[in-house]
Protein backbone atom coordinates (compact mmCIF):
# COMPACT_ATOMS: atom_id res chain seq x y z
CA UNK A 1 0.00 0.00 0.00
CA UNK A 2 1.98 3.09 -1.37
CA UNK A 3 1.29 6.42 -3.49
CA UNK A 4 4.27 6.91 -5.90
CA UNK A 5 5.13 10.08 -6.87
CA UNK A 6 6.76 11.47 -10.06
CA UNK A 7 7.52 14.71 -11.34
CA UNK A 8 8.94 15.47 -14.76
CA UNK A 9 10.31 18.62 -16.45
CA UNK A 10 8.03 21.33 -16.09
CA UNK A 11 5.11 19.39 -15.27
CA UNK A 12 3.36 19.32 -11.61
CA UNK A 13 4.12 16.11 -9.65
CA UNK A 14 1.41 13.19 -10.59
CA UNK A 15 1.28 10.33 -8.09
CA UNK A 16 -0.56 6.76 -8.44
CA UNK A 17 -1.64 4.74 -5.97
CA UNK A 18 -0.76 1.04 -5.42
CA UNK A 19 -2.42 -1.66 -3.49
CA UNK A 20 -1.01 -5.07 -2.69
CA UNK A 21 1.61 -4.51 -5.68
CA UNK A 22 -1.06 -3.50 -8.40
CA UNK A 23 -1.59 -0.03 -9.63
CA UNK A 24 -5.05 0.98 -8.69
CA UNK A 25 -5.08 4.83 -9.53
CA UNK A 26 -2.66 6.86 -12.00
CA UNK A 27 -2.21 10.17 -12.81
CA UNK A 28 -3.93 12.04 -9.56
CA UNK A 29 -2.34 15.15 -7.48
CA UNK A 30 -1.09 14.41 -4.71
CA UNK A 31 -3.53 15.53 -2.35
CA UNK A 32 -6.33 13.87 -4.21
CA UNK A 33 -4.32 10.60 -3.84
CA UNK A 34 -4.24 10.50 -0.17
CA UNK A 35 -7.72 11.30 -0.40
CA UNK A 36 -8.86 8.78 -2.22
CA UNK A 37 -6.20 6.03 -0.56
CA UNK A 38 -8.19 6.87 2.39
CA UNK A 39 -11.25 6.28 1.02
CA UNK A 40 -9.95 2.94 -0.69
CA UNK A 41 -9.06 2.05 2.67
CA UNK A 42 -12.64 2.06 3.83
CA UNK A 43 -14.66 1.13 0.97
CA UNK A 44 -11.98 -2.40 0.87
CA UNK A 45 -11.97 -2.40 4.78
CA UNK A 46 -8.29 -3.15 4.55
CA UNK A 47 -6.09 -2.56 7.68
CA UNK A 48 -3.54 0.10 8.45
CA UNK A 49 0.08 -1.05 7.95
CA UNK A 50 1.76 -1.93 10.89
CA UNK A 51 4.79 0.60 10.42
CA UNK A 52 2.37 3.53 9.04
CA UNK A 53 -0.88 2.82 11.58
CA UNK A 54 -0.43 5.73 13.66
CA UNK A 55 0.51 7.81 10.78
CA UNK A 56 -2.51 6.85 9.06
CA UNK A 57 -4.47 7.28 12.17
CA UNK A 58 -3.58 10.94 12.38
CA UNK A 59 -4.42 11.67 8.71
CA UNK A 60 -7.97 9.95 9.53
CA UNK A 61 -8.54 12.26 12.27
CA UNK A 62 -6.71 15.32 12.03
CA UNK A 63 -7.22 15.80 8.13
CA UNK A 64 -10.71 14.05 7.45
CA UNK A 65 -11.98 14.59 10.66
CA UNK A 66 -12.93 10.92 10.66
CA UNK A 67 -13.82 9.33 14.24
CA UNK A 68 -11.68 12.67 15.69
CA UNK A 69 -14.08 12.34 19.07
CA UNK A 70 -12.59 8.87 19.85
CA UNK A 71 -9.15 8.98 21.27
CA UNK A 72 -6.06 6.71 20.40
CA UNK A 73 -4.09 5.20 23.21
CA UNK A 74 -0.92 6.87 21.81
Given at each position: ????????????????????????????????????LMGLIYALNLSYPKQLKNTFEVFQKIFLELDDLKGSPK
Open positions: MKIVTTRGGSDPACAKIVLEGTEVLTDVDIPRACAL
